[in-house]
């Protein structure tokens, strides 16, 4: 067998190298150019021929083993999240990488660098795919939905464009490796593997008054602003009907209130998610929440514009793949390298988008400290999470691919993705575009009735 910790190993400066050039130069999604351009040429220089998503930031490139067989695609993320208390925030844009995506991508030049290593593909089958994808964290929507208005893109979620372009055709399973923060778990703990976590949908409302001169004539005005914060009141009094096993999360922000002090403010932005464990708890819970948002509209005689967008679908790891990987990382390690963890995440993330066509795993490595997305996180050991990060990568995806990939094909015959085909995906992905007005006013002013978006 391959030794894929010493070959990792030999390519260490490369790996941190490309970690702190990506920690140093962060970018939000869609608008990674930097970043991809860096990775590009760092791919071209071993050697490979790159295809370029080239109107958005993200490539990918296939590495061919010549013996026919599975199609497994190995995934690194490129986008930053923003924090702009964060120490090693950009000054302009407050982008930081807070989510430690930069670790993913030295993971990949890791695996790049180890496959043009002689011998690196022997008795292997079938092709391995890296793909550098853009836009995971689903932020700055209105950004996004700007270039959706220009045709650039059409989904939000850089892996969902990235299937619907094609990319992922005739890939029959993809990986990735997430770093996270495992000091409570010990000092050996190198990787956890969960089952699985929340899908999304997003929600970019726009509540809308009527502007008034706020100290001379208020009584002409409709105020937004108090629309906005009654409706996000009128959600909080519905959380305790939201049952445990669904793990439904709204957790808005507004992201305009008001244009200025000395008017009523007619327009308001209010952005959130819509978290659950399923598609069916997401859509039942929206029914609710979208009610209690209409409310705040309606008290004040204002309108809310709900602005729904697809946002992830609940991520499941598939679990022949997760036993496969949990059992060649101890092997590589020790048995206690791996943890197993029954902890459902109750973030969301575009693999869940992959897991609904595709058997995935989005494998954690240790090595982040502080909290995801906020002030305090860094990448405190590198080891872990970057090379460990292509060690993992390299381990699993030899163990499916060697003996005429008898375990590959396995996943894919054990494997039950939610939908049949992406078409099939898509079509459910463009039922949740909303942007209808809540409530519908007569002549007079009295509200006919609310509008539920979907029933
Ligand atoms: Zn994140
Ligand atoms: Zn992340």
Known sequence: MVDFRALTEKHRVQILNTYETIWANPETGYKEWKTTAFAEQIFESLGYTLTRAGDIPGFYTDIDTGRPGPVIALLAELDSVICASHPAADPETGAVHACGHAAQMAGLIGVAAVLKEPGALDGLCGKIRLMAVPAEELLEIAFRDTLRAKGTIRY?????????????????????????????????????????????????????????????????????????????????????????????RFHPIITEGGQIVNAIPDRVKVESYVRGASWEAILEANEKIDRALASGALAVGGQLYYGDRPGYSPLHNDEELSSICADILRRTYDEEAVIISERWDTGSTDMGDLSTVMPVLQIYAAGAAGHGHGADYFIEDKDKACLGGAVALLSTVSALLCDDAAKAYKVIAHAKPLFHSKEEYFSLMDSLFCDDPAIEYDDEGAMVHWKRVRT
């Open 156 to 248: 939000y979620g850089g892996k969902v464009e990235f299937l619907y372009r094609g990319y992922f055709d005739g890939v029959d399973m993809a990986l990735m490796v997430h770093s996270s923060n495992l000091s409570s778990a010990g000092p050996q703990a190198r990787y956890l593997l969960v089952p699985g976590g929340n899908g999304c949908l997003l929600k970019n409302m726009i509540y809308e008054g009527k502007a008034a001169h706020a100290g001379g004539a208020p009584q002409n005005g409709i105020n937004a602003l108090y629309a906005a914060n009654l409706g996000i009141s009128a959600v909080n009094a519905l959380r305790e009907t939201f049952i445990e096993k669904d793990y439904i």
